[in-house]
């Protein structure tokens, strides 16, 4: 069929053409981002009680919740913080679900299911599904000290944005709500004898929405309006309240009427010192180009910011420049890798057959492109680094295929035979070493979790460059070859020749000893991996400092952002920093794919500093680190730059479970006391909980039958001084304002103010609380963590400048065997080791489908187990070169290098396929085995090393980068490659000699069963 097909070129030509300019278009068109999309499998269920507190919100709303949760199967883990007034559930899927709508739904039920047990007062219950999605811009409102002024002209702004082409919704953040605040005093309303709930229902009575209705005169509807809400302040002001003497006084002559932001008060942004309330924009994952759309967004804020004047819209987290920056230097190294290639191929092969060769470099990667546009691609890094990987590797087959036609045209044969029968020996043997790189990266391609979601592109991109290459080596670069190659051409190989003659006299002269010295190379270069630096996932490369400051559980926010405020002053002060945002209360938004993000934490702050260079954020970090340590002893920092891969809590994460609250306490401070003490941990954090005070009011039932008041009427009095009680609703604007009566003092009331107050019966009489109650302090936890039901501590750390996860755990370890934990304690590990192990688990459990397909590729080529075994061969012997690589640049060893490991296993086996293949035509012939390795070594020598020398040249610019993500992936596969090539040209030949006979043909086969 394929000989049929090169008959008919036209068709040929013009099919590659127009997938070719397709591809071109795409490229012109597809959607762009920095990173891949992690699919939506983390969600955070919130759950608002307020004035509870955390052990009420434990019994009272996590217990049901989360006995809920766990039966909904699709439910991976969850973790979940009950705090003062606040309950938070994180919950993660199944690795496996991509198509998460149906399980979040399922989570819904379970949380209406819940919600029937929970007590009156609970507020609000919802579910947020999408805390991974990022916004691809952050602008920020700035230039009035009014909060207030600032929310406003946020939603303004958001109205005006809203039609934006590619756009999928939009936040804001750090924003307020108002409430119109009725504070009253006790003193006053004994004098006139009236009560709180008396007041809020002449408030409630006077602000009815109730329609008049029409009348029809003349033909004319007029429609019949009275005043029967509060149309503005004044007329909330001037609402008569009747007292018990007949009399009556307005409201803002017994209470202090205004409009003031919500309490308690709610997460606040920081830019550079300035108050800001930031408009977030997100765009359609995986549809739109954030490039372009950050081009039209900063067009339309150019013409509609005379609008906002005196307010300023800055950008405070702008992702299109980081798509565009990321994508055009790895762009770059794609264009500096083809025509490095593109030089290495006219070297070694002239200028004929190097323009054949590197023509496959473009017309594969549009139209890989466009087939890659086609199927819902996304170009980011991941994708452009699987294509860059591929550039070396997809001109293989052009390669042996241009120059198999060129001997066959050397050796007097006419053009078209030479292209059909290079196609015919070529097809087969080409097909498997296609089909076992493709096998290779099977287990990428199948894998799941967050670590295959991030790298999927890789595996994606060169499976399919690798296939396309090859239908174009077996149809159009033997169309062109036999149409621009000379029939009578020299030789330009006489060097390449020499040296494979040489080589394989070699392994013909000494092939035991070979076989002994690549054996002995590969043992010593495992013996080499001590001295490897393991490294999960590298930090990026952004010049950007995340400082996340850590106050005792059951702080207020006012003093969160005191201690947050002045450390950012302090920092602005450092040298080389440009700017620093802050956010507290909150971890603001999330401008980076794998940050984990907290909210409702009125205990923490985040500080996002931005540097003048990467090299300027050490500096930062250590002054950061020693600043905490001595003049902020009472809270916690962790700083660091970025990381890569997917989300984690900390490189180190050791979570302690006990049944006893005394014994988990004390193993959470034995842990945290070894990590403290061992070299490289740093920012080693808890989240032992260190209790809060609570005032405790103790009723007597007795007495305050005798008063005609309840425990209920207590409690409510004493939430009604603090919080507040919503008495009506203010609707003259685009949202409903709450109209609330508290206490003049609100949350900040006194302690003696707070004995002094009144509880109200049901005839409006005014009881002193004293008289009903007594007050008694207390302690109480202030936060309850739990993880999967349990409760659980945390501890954490980070790692220093040459340290990895494995060398403190390594440590710690040791330590436990001399101090070991509280009897009873499960020590969990989380973490990079978790991390890795998920993803080593991860690949192992998709690693026999890719085993089985190379196996079959193979043994459908050659039909023999002998031969496959001498290819797989190839698979440890390029272990001489990868960990001397590692160790000589620098690299860690961590899943890049695992990923570059993997590749070279496609990439290995094809040259031991090439070889072996021309081994067995020369069988075929007649020829001696020690002739036929002799004529191969020969022969392949040049195709062998063009393939190396192309593939380790296109990785060159990717391992000489700046980058901190890719260079150890390239100098494993670079190392590697080289290596596995002299032990291919070595080696295999030598074990070839060795093992080898001529296969039987199908006439002797078939004799053989006749005879059986």
Request: proline share 6%.
């Amino acid at each position: 069929m394929i000989t049929d097909m090169l008959l008919k070129p036209r068709l040929i030509l013009m099919v590659v053409i127009m997938l070719t300019l397709a591809g071109l278009a795409s490229f012109g068109n597809m959607a762009r981002q920095e990173d891949p999309v992690f699919p939506a499998r983390n969600g955070l269920i919130t759950v608002l009680y307020p004035g509870a507190t955390a052990d009420a919100l434990e019994r009272l709303i996590l217990e049901p919740l989360q006995d809920e949760i766990s039966q909904v199967e699709e439910v991976l883990e969850y973790s979940a913080i009950a705090r003062s007034g606040v309950a938070l559930l994180n919950i993660v899927l199944q690795d496996n679900l991509y198509d998460t709508d149906p399980a979040w739904e399922r989570v819904r039920q379970a949380m209406d299911r819940a919600r029937l047990e929970f007590p009156a007062g609970v507020r609000q219950m919802e579910l947020d599904d999408r805390v991974t999605s990022n916004p691809a811009v952050v602008l920020a409102l700035a230039g009035d000290p009014s909060v207030v002024a600032l929310s406003l002209a946020a939603e303004r702004l958001k109205r005006q944005l809203t039609d934006l082409p590619g756009l999928s919704r939009i936040e804001i953040e750090g924003d307020v709500e108002e409430q119109i605040t009725i504070a009253i005093q006790d003193a006053e309303l004994n004098r006139l004898g009236i009560s709180p709930a008396y007041i809020a229902n002449v408030i409630g009575q006077r602000n009815q929405v109730s329609p008049g209705g029409f009348i029809v005169v003349n033909n004319k509807r007029i429609s019949l309006l009275s005043n029967s809400e509060f149309e503005d302040l004044a007329a909330l002001r001037s609402t008569q309240i009747a007292l018990p003497d007949a009399s009556s006084v307005p409201l803002a002559s017994i209470a202090d009427i205004q409009r003031t932001p919500i309490e308690p008060a709610p997460p606040a942004t920081w830019m550079n010192g300035e108050r800001v309330v930031t408009v977030n924009v997100y765009i359609q994952d995986n549809q739109v180009d954030a490039i372009g759309f950050g081009e039209t967004l900063r067009q339309r804020v150019q013409e509609i910011a005379p609008d906002f004047a005196p307010l300023k819209i800055a950008e405070l987290f702008f992702q299109p420049d980081q798509v565009e920056s990321r994508l055009s230097d790895l762009q770059g190294s794609l264009l500096l890798s083809m025509l490095i290639i593109t030089l290495v191929v006219f070297i070694g092969m002239g200028w004929r057959m190097g323009i054949l060769v590197a023509a496959m470099l473009p017309l594969v990667t549009l139209i890989s492109l466009g087939v890659y546009d086609l199927g819902g691609g996304v170009l980011h890094q991941i994708a452009v680094i699987g294509l860059v990987i591929s550039l070396g590797i997809l001109i293989d087959n052009a390669i042996v295929m241009i120059e198999n036609i060129q001997n066959h045209l050397s050796d007097g044969k006419s053009r078209q035979q030479s292209m059909l029968l290079a196609v015919k020996e070529l097809a087969g043997p080409l097909g498997a070493s296609t089909g076992t790189t493709l096998a290779a990266f099977t287990p990428l391609l199948l894998s799941s979790g967050g670590t295959a979601d991030f790298t999927r592109g890789i595996p994606v991109m060169i499976m399919l460059t690798l296939s396309i290459s090859y239908l174009l080596a077996i149809s159009v670069a033997p169309l062109l070859a036999a149409w621009f190659l000379p029939p009578q051409q020299a030789r330009r190989s006489a060097w390449f020749d020499t040296l494979g003659s040489r080589m394989a006299l070699l392994s013909e002269t000494w092939p035991r000893l070979i076989i002994i010295g690549g054996l002995t190379l590969v043992i010593g270069s495992f013996m080499l991996s001590n001295f490897l630096n393991f490294q999960f996932f590298p930090n990026a490369d952004r010049p950007q400092v995340v400082i996340e400051v850590f106050l005792p559980e059951g702080s207020d926010q006012a003093y969160t952002d005191e201690i947050s405020a002045d450390f950012e002053r302090l920092t602005r002060q450092q040298a080389n920093v440009v700017s620093v945002h802050r956010f507290v209360g909150f971890t603001g938004p999330g401008f980076y794919y794998n940050l984990p993000n907290a909210t409702r934490a009125p205990n923490r702050a985040r500080l996002v500093v931005n540097m003048q260079s990467l090299g300027d954020t050490s500096g930062l970090i250590d002054w950061a680190r020693e600043h905490a340590a001595t003049s902020l002893p009472e809270i916690s920092i962790v700083a660091s730059t970025l990381a890569q891969g997917p989300p984690r809590v900390a490189p180190v994460e050791v979570r302690l479970y006990h049944a006893n609250n005394n014994t988990r306490l004390a193993a959470a401070e034995h842990i945290f006391r070894l990590l403290k003490t061992i070299p490289g941990a740093v920012d080693v954090r808890h989240d032992i909980d260190l209790g809060t005070p609570v005032l405790r009011a103790m009723i007597d039932d007795a007495s305050a039958q005798r008063h005609g008041v309840s425990r209920a009427d207590v409690a409510q009095t004493l939430f009604a001084r603090s919080f507040g009680f919503t008495a009506e609703q203010y609707r003259q604007e685009l949202d409903p304002i709450p109209i609330v009566l508290r206490s003049l003092e609100g949350l900040s009331t006194d302690v003696s103010k707070l004995l002094s107050s009144y509880v109200y019966n049901n005839n409006g009489e005014a009881i002193p609380v004293s008289l009903v109650a007594r007050f008694e302090a207390d302690w109480q936890e202030a936060g309850i963590q739990h993880r999967n039901g349990v409760r659980v501590y945390t501890i954490t750390a980070g790692l220093a400048n040459g340290y990895n996860f494995s060398q403190i755990l390594e440590v710690l370890n040791e330590r436990l065997q001399e101090e070991p934990l509280p009897v009873g304690t499960r020590m969990e590990l989380g973490g990079d080791l978790e991390g890795s192990g998920e993803a080593n688990q991860a690949i192992l459990s998709t690693a026999p489908i890719g085993i089985l397909l190379l196996l079959f590729f193979l043994i459908l080529q050659f039909n023999s187990f002998t031969r496959v075994g001498i290819i797989l061969l190839t698979v440890p012997l390029a272990a001489a070169g990868i960990f001397p690589g590692l160790v000589l640049t620098g690299s860690p060893f961590g899943f890049q290098p695992l990923l570059g490991i993997i590749a070279l296993v496609g990439i290995v086996v094809n040259n031991a396929i090439v070889l072996i293949d021309r081994i067995d035509q020369r069988l075929k012939e007649g020829a001696n085995i020690n002739d036929a390795v002799s004529d191969a070594v020969t022969r392949r020598t040049r195709p062998i090393l063009l393939t190396t020398a192309t593939t380790v040249a296109g990785l060159l610019p990717l391992a000489l980068s700046a980058s901190t993500l890719w260079p150890p992936m390239a100098w494993a596969i670079i190392s590697g490659l080289l290596a596995s090539t002299v032990q291919t040209l070595l080696v295999v030949p030598a074990v070839c000699r060795l093992t080898l006979k001529p296969k039987r043909d199908s006439a002797e086969i078939e004799a053989f069963a006749e005879k059986i």
